[in-house]
């Protein structure tokens, strides 16, 4: 196969795995969900109009290397090379199947040597993608430094007496933070662009057999950019002073300060996470007012707020009402998206001065926006402790306020700036 054809066949099957199984009756929305799907597990955000061009190879020459990588970490790979390589390992497989199939032709052969030649095949079949001992590894870590960024992070290892055919330490949820190990190497120093509490993974093939984990706090609020399409890579932003007329927020002139290319499109995080914060993910009641100033002129200006949890997430995306799609929310596993399901509750000017509540009480979730309750979920998981606070926008950021409560009433932090 082509590396055209491996191009076209990779994304229908993205769109199988998410229901749509007849490319001629896929609507121009169909593809934009397709490459929503695309945008999240990579980063990287490619139009339907592409896609949908892809998928009916209507392509000459070979997409954009960040397209061809989008494809390949939706299959869990970290590049196009790395992703096609697997895919050329596949083909001599399927043609030694072949050849075996024709060597030994069933019509040319007794029935008793068939059961033989059969029961060999299956008692003897390759297990390519099996774990076994996994119980025998081992998987711990130590910070090089206490609160600084970037922090390195040593893994030590041993994967020795474990079978199986590849292995990865992953430094969190992202899937793209995976690097791939050896045996009989036991140690693997890597580096935390951004802070957080972060779920460290030892992965035997597709498997998560060990876990750590690591926190890495700020001692402040701290700030950084990303950018929203294609490149990841972590601007940090330093700042004499975050006050902004009284709120938590930055200017245009200190982002052109810290060289931060304002007419790209980004992603600007003001985080803050704690040492330890002793706060129930499952049971408090946080408060805030925020608005935004827009960096660029955005079609759908938005603001995140996130509080981040040990296990899981708790987060909301908030928009203009023209672009309700474009919203989100999110409580454990209840993952809800505006694209298909009714968000227009939690849209508003993000532009004006907004005060959101957020209450949970034994993982019923509870949300207010200016005093009225717009949206309520159950969720299931153990989402354990609080870890940090996020705003995180397309814009500025102004928080003039951030109160935390715990359920009995005791205050975990506020900050009127």
Same mark, same amino acid.
């Given at each position: ?10 994304? @229908? ?5 998410? $229901? ?18 695309? #945008? ?7 139009? $339907? ?16 290397? !960040? ?17 096609? !390589? ?67 992070? =040593? ?8 079978? !199986?055919?590849?292995?990865?330490? #992953? ?9 791939? @190990? ?42 950084? !950019? ?8 972590? #601007?940090?932003?330093? =700042? ?21 290319? =304002? ?66 929310? @999110?409580?454990?596993? #209840? ?28 993982? =019923? ?53």
């Amino acid at each position: 196969m082509n590396e055209q054809a491996l191009v076209k066949t990779s994304i @229908i099957e993205i769109f199988n795995k998410n $229901g749509y199984s007849d490319l001629t009756r896929m609507t121009q929305r169909d593809f934009d969900h397709i490459g929503e799907q695309l #945008q999240q597990k990579s980063g990287i955000l490619i139009s $339907g109009t592409t896609i949908k061009r892809l998928a009916h190879g209507e392509f000459t020459r070979l997409p954009q290397i !960040a397209t061809l990588n989008a494809i390949a970490n939706y299959y869990n790979y970290k590049t196009w090379q790395d992703f096609k !390589a697997s895919k050329i390992e596949e083909e001599p497989e399927k043609e030694s199947t072949k050849k075996l199939r024709r060597r030994f032709s069933i019509k040319y052969l007794s029935i008793p040597v068939v059961i033989i030649i059969l029961g060999s095949l299956y008692f003897f079949r390759p297990t390519k993608g099996t774990v076994n001992h996994a119980e025998k590894a081992s998987f711990s870590f130590r910070k090089t430094t206490p609160n600084d960024l970037p922090n390195s992070v =040593v893994f030590s290892y041993n994967i020795d007496e474990v079978q !199986a055919d590849s292995f990865f330490i #992953q430094q969190s949820w992202d899937k793209n933070r995976r690097i791939r @190990i050896y045996k009989n190497n036991y140690t693997l120093t890597d580096i935390y662009y951004e802070p957080g509490y972060h779920i460290a993974k030892l992965i035997a093939n597709d498997s998560v057999i060990k876990t750590a984990d690591v926190s890495i706090p700020t001692d402040r609020w701290f700030f950084y !950019a990303i950018d929203n399409i294609a490149n990841y890579s972590t #601007q940090y932003i330093k =700042v004499d002073t975050f006050n902004n007329n009284g709120s938590l927020g930055l200017s245009i002139q200190q982002l052109q300060k810290n060289n931060i290319e =304002v007419s790209k499109d980004k992603r600007y995080h003001y985080v803050y996470f704690p040492s330890q914060m002793n706060i129930p993910a499952d049971n408090f009641q946080y408060k805030t007012r925020v608005r935004m100033q827009e960096v660029r002129n955005s079609l759908c200006p938005y603001i995140e707020i996130e509080l981040y949890c040990q296990r899981w997430f708790i987060n909301m995306r908030c928009t203009t009402k023209g672009c309700a799609h474009e919203a989100f929310i @999110i409580f454990g596993e #209840q993952f809800k998206k505006g694209i298909d399901n009714d968000l227009l509750p939690i849209t508003f000017d993000v532009s004006q001065w907004t005060d959101i509540e957020i209450t949970v009480k034994n993982k =019923v979730a509870v949300v207010k926006i200016n005093g009225k309750e717009v949206f309520s979920t159950r969720y299931t998981t153990n989402t354990k402790y609080l870890a940090g606070l996020g705003y995180i926008s397309n814009g500025l950021c102004e928080v003039d306020r951030v109160e935390l409560y715990s359920l009995d009433g005791k205050l975990m932090y506020k900050n009127e700036f």
